[in-house]
């Protein structure tokens, strides 16, 4: 079938040529654009050059690398145990420290101590004597001059001994230093007890038959010894003694005298005159109660005799 005009319609787009050879305007198709901005797809990321050497480069072995490698695995294995053992070890290094400063004070005040005990500025300059009475302290004093100067730790302790135990007035006797230069004497002298007489003189002894000084005639204020030996000595003398120390601070000065030819028949004479038969030196304390009590309940005047050998049965006998 054959379309009007005799011919196939122009295609889309495309123009019908005319005889010119030249495109008619009117008849060119006109092109559309797309406004829509189409987003490239990215390209696919290439490694950068510097990347791709790294990597490269550690994936070589180089040469030494190895060795690097042990090398630094032996350090940081090093490195631990060390760390270990001062971990396990630290208690000890602690007790160590401890004890090396514990020994270095005490040497340094071992050498402080040497050094200031054996300075001169530790030497006596000064001795005090002390609890003397009869003893002449000045004249202990003057024998004792040979210790001025001496350190206070090298004081001749014998020398002074045989100064002081030349005295029979010294009983008992210590010897103290006292910083930074006095030397103190302290001396206990002997306590008289009573006086005997020996070959027209009286001696003044103490307890234990010592005798203290010798005199012409009776030291007053001690009671006189009569014993059998007829001196400090025997059963009569340590009884007579022990009574004498029992008796109480109200009797005793009112004792003149004593009397004992064994240890069993001690007997004292009282300012007045009047006997006490004491017997033994056992039960003194209670003895010297009962003493004290009758005394108290009679007149002294009149009684001749207190017999108080045994306590629990003392006997008052009046003046013949």
Do not use: C, H
Not at 80 to 88: D, N, Q
Not at 138 to 146: K, N, Y
Not at 163 to 177: K, N
């Amino acid at each position: 079938m054959k379309r009007p005009d005799g011919g196939r319609p122009p295609a889309p787009g495309r123009s019908v040529p005319t005889g010119s050879g030249e495109p008619d305007p009117d008849t060119e198709p006109i092109r559309i654009v797309s406004a829509i901005r189409v987003q490239p797809e990215p390209a696919e990321r290439t490694p950068s050059r510097a990347g791709a050497l790294r990597r490269t480069l550690s994936g070589l072995r180089l040469p030494g690398a190895e060795n690097r490698a042990v090398s630094r695995a032996a350090r940081e294995r090093r490195r631990y145990e060390r760390g270990e053992v001062r971990r396990f070890t630290k208690r000890a290094r602690r007790r160590r420290l401890i004890a090396l400063v514990v020994a270095g004070s005490l040497v340094a005040l071992a050498l402080l101590v040497g050094v200031a005990a054996f300075s001169p500025l530790m030497a006596v300059r000064t001795i005090e004597i002390s609890g003397t009475q009869r003893v002449d302290a000045a004249a202990l004093q003057s024998e004792l001059d040979d210790q001025l100067g001496v350190p206070l730790t090298l004081v001749d302790r014998d020398e002074v001994g045989r100064v002081l135990g030349g005295s029979p007035l010294i009983q008992s006797y210590s010897v103290q230093t006292r910083p930074p230069s006095t030397l103190v004497v302290s001396i206990v002298e002997r306590t008289p007890l009573g006086v005997i007489s020996t070959g027209g003189r009286f001696e003044l002894v103490d307890a234990a038959g010592v005798v203290i000084e010798t005199a012409d005639s009776a030291q007053p204020g001690y009671p006189v010894l009569t014993t059998a030996s007829g001196d400090a000595s025997g059963a009569g003398f340590r009884a007579t003694a022990r009574v004498l120390r029992s008796l109480p601070a109200s009797l005793a000065p009112q004792v003149t005298a004593a009397t004992a030819t064994t240890g069993d028949d001690v007997s004292l004479t009282l300012q007045n005159g009047t006997t006490v038969v004491w017997g033994g030196s056992d039960e003194s304390a209670l003895k010297a109660v009962v003493l004290e009590k009758l005394m108290a309940a009679t007149d002294p005047a009149v009684v001749g005799t207190y017999d108080v050998s045994s306590p629990q049965a003392a006997v008052v006998a009046p003046r013949p």
